[in-house]
């Protein structure tokens, strides 16, 4: 079966209280203490033979070869480099290791959230310099990657690979409703979904016509909130939901679609849904007729054998925003140098290749199913992925300079937990004041914005 692998459905919006408590656990014991020194700034690499090590998280036969073919191709453009791959090494694994000592020359991690925390405190070799020794080009980057791949200056990472969202739609339900296509703004989608439900004698859900219950599969509101234009931090890094109309435009939105199937009725659909990574997913046996999600259950649908006729557009624009149909939200994969790796010149040359070589980012995009992340790979001829009109929608996407994502912080991503947990409270009608409610969200977040910095 095919699972996404970058964002590896990381984000859930609804998490528990011991998941913060472990999130906050893990940013103070990964971080080095600020007495110690950042790694230095690698030097030209001199071409000699050398051995690096390099860290992966991928784990399935089928992951770990396609990362094992493109690390043949960077041998070939580089044979004195050889590389030693070792599988499975999670992000906790590589901040355990940067603590020790004992850190690896290269890693990959799926979890973006980290970045902020290994930039400021050193725990990565800011790579900023090198780049520019080595006449890297910046702008080959879309923005969105950038913001998490870098934090206040730092380009303590690289991206590669993302996992871009948008709108999957069963064309025969829709159809069967008199729409011959995607909905464009969030006033269609309310009236799509209401009309495309299907309810039982005593009211309860046969199928929803879309998923607004925040932390059903991939429906959080990070996935929601760029329809409509908003940003989770201020430009000094500050929490300021409350502050951003987007904000409450998304959740009043939200609340009204989940009051219109009632939030117990969501609930008691929510816990009769198949697992979301297995052929039981509500979208392939046609349980949800609209849902957004990520590339990667484009592959999913094929390899699981669901009878689904199924379309992707991107996901409706806010009807006051029509300018953003077409963007939507991005994450993915971070490679960088951790502190203390023996061999940081050589292991430039692979980070620099994996995330910019054309080819070798197509071949392992084409590889996993993935969008590749820079400008020319996403045009590149040999892009396989390109041909399909599933994938196309999501490179356009990723492409479209107001896509955007959430951004780098020192609190490991402890503001979208903490909205996870307003959320929740939020659509099950626990909440009587929104602007109140953010308000003492944004103290909440800033205070574990500040416990968080170096």
């Known amino acids: 079966m095919r699972r996404p692998r970058t964002l590896r459905a990381l984000r859930t919006a609804v998490l528990t209280a011991a998941a913060i408590a472990a999130t906050a656990a893990l940013a103070a014991c990964s971080a080095p203490a600020a007495s110690q020194p950042s790694g230095k700034a690698p030097q030209a690499y001199d071409g000699k033979p050398v051995t690096i090590t390099f860290w992966h998280p991928f784990t399935d036969d089928h992951d770990v070869n396609a990362m094992n073919a493109v690390l043949a191709m960077f041998h070939k453009a580089y ?14 694994k590589v901040t355990q290791a940067i603590s020790a000592g004992t850190a690896p020359d290269v890693a990959l991690a799926f979890d973006a959230n980290k970045v902020g925390k290994w930039c400021s405190t050193g725990a990565f070799t800011d790579l900023t310099p090198a780049l520019k020794a080595g006449g890297v080009d910046m702008t080959q980057f879309p923005t969105s990657v950038l913001s998490y791949t870098g934090y206040q200056g730092k380009q303590c990472t690289l991206p590669l690979l993302a996992d871009t969202f948008g709108l999957y739609y069963n064309k025969t339900l829709l159809a069967q409703a008199g729409y011959s296509g995607p909905p464009k703004t969030m006033a269609e989608l309310t009236a799509m979904a209401e009309k495309l439900t299907v309810r039982g004698p005593d009211g309860t859900i046969q199928v929803a016509g879309f998923m607004p219950y925040l932390g ?44 219109f199937f009632g939030a117990k009725n969501l609930e008691k659909f929510k816990a009769g849904l198949g697992d979301e990574f297995s052929a039981q997913n509500a979208f392939e046996t046609g349980k949800i007729a609209m ?83 820079t400008k020319a790979a996403l045009s590149y001829p040999g892009l396989k992925l390109a041909a399909d009109p599933h994938f196309q929608p999501f490179l356009q996407v990723f492409a479209n300079p107001a896509t955007t994502t959430t951004p780098a912080s020192t609190d490991g991503g402890a503001y979208l937990t903490n909205f996870g947990q307003f959320a929740l409270r939020w659509q099950q009608g626990g909440v009587s004041d929104l602007t109140k409610g953010l308000a ?15």
């Open 216 to 259: 059903v599969y991939q429906a959080v509101a990070e996935h929601f909130l760029p329809s409509f234009g908003g940003t989770w931090l201020a430009p000094d890094g500050t929490s300021h939901l409350a502050a951003e109309p987007a904000v409450a435009a998304m959740l009043t939105w939200q609340k009204n679609l989940v009051d």
């Open 440 to 454: 003492d969200l944004d103290a909440q977040n800033n205070a574990a914005l500040k416990l968080g910095a170096p």
């Open 79 to 92: 044979p004195n480099i050889t590389v030693n791959a070792v599988k499975a090494q999670d992000s906790d």
């Open 291 to 373: 849902m957004v999600d990520g590339e990667w259950r484009n592959a999913m649908i094929t390899s699981d054998g669901s009878k689904v006729d199924w379309g992707t557009a991107p996901v409706p624009a806010a009807d006051d925003q029509p300018q953003l149909y077409g963007a939507g939200f991005v994450g993915g994969n971070v490679i960088g140098l951790p502190r203390g790796g023996k061999n940081q010149a050589a292991a430039f040359e692979l980070v620099k290749y994996l995330t910019t070589d054309t080819q070798a980012l197509a071949a392992f995009a084409d590889g996993l199913g993935n969008v590749p992340t």
